[in-house]
């Protein structure tokens, strides 16, 4: 009778479903990489690796690029990678990468390449002689040969294969006869021999060696003729060859950087040589071969020896664990000779160097990060002669946060009354913080993104009926970043201006102060400090309120007390007509063009332009330039932008009276650097310069959108510019929900424009 099984079963699948819960959550790494590997062509080639835990996926890479499936001539099973048929487009670099839930890692480089041999060099027959009961050399030009070749010698028709005798073959490929007699004389033939190829090469033109009898004519160096730099690889074995004639090996002395070389040390003597089967780093330097006679005379010859050494990691990737948002650091020393290129990899990709993504030296640096930068990095390092990497997991909380940090906070700035001011904040914080401004009155607006009046009020120094109705602040938010602008700043506006970035951790602050210098007229006039604009204020502040603000139009102030208007029959000049298109051909550059608005009876001195790039959807906003173009041009040349990206532009014009409404318009450069575009920049000014005016009107259009009252429409002009709202998507219907506003056809025909630059 069979026991029941069936509580065994029950048991098995438990401790399965626990041990493969248990390995999905380990990183992949690897238990065996492919070898390089040498192949005649026309024959397989059989690469192979394994990783652990068993939920690790193994893949393919031939020279970066994968190999997603078996092919006609590759064939991937499991961990093993054939090559059916060697041929030249298979060669290369062969890497695998280790894949699960947890990240991927890439191995180090496999190298496939054929097996060849070279040819001699052809050369004419050489005569050597060589005295009796000394040394004779004959010297062989190995050719090229992959792997390296094994040489022979022909010597009188019959082969020699390896050093015997009195005939050394030297590690260099040349031969070495000791104690020479005449039965030496006769023919002498180098051979090369691949050993993967099986391919035999002999010399054309052999050597023809010749016996004298012994003479008193000195001792040479035979070889080398000339002092060697020798590169080595590590723990390899080096025989540094001195062949010399006329006296005895023992009159033949080696020193190395002016010392005995043998003594205390790894290196033996043979013959006139000097050997050892094991090389190391600390055996670098210079070594000489000295011969001497009785007579004094002295000849060496200096080897400068380089021993190579691999690429090692001495500080290698930790484990990190941080909250979303968060600034990482890795950190990789890597060391060798010669030194090794450091290489970042995140999940088996290459790390391309961006905004987050900062490579400082022996540091990659990952700001603010998300989700998707969790996952296994890789720091490697490869020198040609070794590969050592380190890897690091990057695991990410998902339900954490923390409180905002201001990464860009405003600047102190002092201006000239009339100027267009601009203070920028940018915070970064999880989630993305919302920033408002404060003026020594307090909040200055609720709202992200507003344009904000002064309240109509008569003057009786202005005509009857005539409104004080200019801007004073505009407020630009995006997430975490935001920018307060003053049209036309006064003494007034002079003060300390705070920036707070707030989300449900906390709030963080950061304050500056706008000092404004009266404009230089012929009656004199002092500069107004932001503390002295504080204590001259007579106005009750409101505190928290929109309103107490919006009081400060500015009005000039005469020394007397008295106050008179800028010009009594002349107002502020039209917003300019920006004649430009949203969108440029260009990737780097476009062209502001405009025509003048109406000057309201005074001359246009100047005109302001102010541009940055928009949020590129990492939460990062450019920086303004402002630009001052004289009033006479209408045309300015913007370089040095980035390619498919989203630009703002604002700008106003200027006269004595004052500075008018601005017109904004936005647009986009293209994807591709076309062939011309260097050249065609290069005929342009550099930034900040304008070019002199056209005289003949280029278009009719008017892509700007000029900046109007908005303190009835907020949640419209709102829409359109805050961040909350991708304008690819906007939905521009032919009429608003507001249908009595005199302004309609203006806000319809930017909710289009903005529209058609972002797409």
Known sequence: MHPDLGPLWTLLYVLVILCSSVSSDLAPYFISEPLSAVQKLGRPVVLHCSAKPVTAR?????????????????KIHR???????LNPSLSGCYQCVANNSVGAVVSGPATVSAAALGDFDSSTMHVITAEEKNTGFIGCRVPESNPKAEVRYKIRGKWLKHSTGNYIILPSGNLQVLNVSSKDKGSYKCAAYNPVTSELKVEPTGRKLLVSRPSSNGFHILHPALSQALAVLPHSPVTLECVVSGVPASQVYWLKDGQDAVAGSNWRR??????TASIDPADSGNYSCVVGNKSGDVKHVTYMVNVLEHASISKGLHDQKVSLGATVHFTCDVHGNPAPNRTWFHNAQPIHPSSRHLTEGNVLKITRVVMEDSGLYQCVADNGIGFMQSTGRLQIEQDSGWKPVIVTAPANIEVMDGDFVTLSCNATGVPVPVIHWYGRHGLITSHPSQVLRSKPRKSHLFRPGDLDLEPVYLIMSQAGSSSLSIQAVTLEHAGKYTCEATNKHGSTQSEAFLTVVPFETNTKAESVTPSEASQNDERDP???????????????????????????????????????????????????????????????????????????????????HTVRVPGSENELHLTELE??????VLMVARSAVGEGQPAML??????????????????????????????????NSNFGVVLTDSSRHSGVYHELISNKTDPSTLNCPLQWHEPSLPEEPLFRAACRLLKHAAT
Request: charged share 20%.
């Open 270 to 275: 043979l013959y006139s040589h000097l050997a």
């Open 542 to 624: 409101q505190d928290g309120s929109e309103s107490s603000l919006l009081n400060l139009f500015p009005v000039k102030v005469h020394p007397s007390g008295v106050e008179l208007p800028a010009e009594r029959n002349a107002s502020v000049p039209d917003a300019p007509n920006i004649l430009s298109p949203p969108q440029t051909h260009m990737p780097d550059t476009y062209n502001l063009v405009w025509r003048a608005g109406r000057d309201g009876g005074m001359p246009i001195n100047a005109y302001f332009v102010k541009y940055r790039k928009l949020d590129d959807g990492s939460g990062a906003v450019g920086s303004w």
């Open 643 to 648: 390619p498919s990206s989203l630009y703002e």
């Open 58 to 74: 193994i893949s393919w890479l031939h020279n970066g690029k994968r190999l997603d499936r078996n092919t006609e001539q590759i």
């Open 666 to 699: 936005t647009f986009r450069t293209s994807k591709e650097k076309m062939a011309s575009s260097k050249n065609t920049q290069a005929s342009f000014p550099p930034v900040g310069v304008p070019k002199r005016p056209v005289t003949a009107e280029a278009s």
């Open 79 to 85: 961990g093993t990678l054939t090559i059916l048929s």
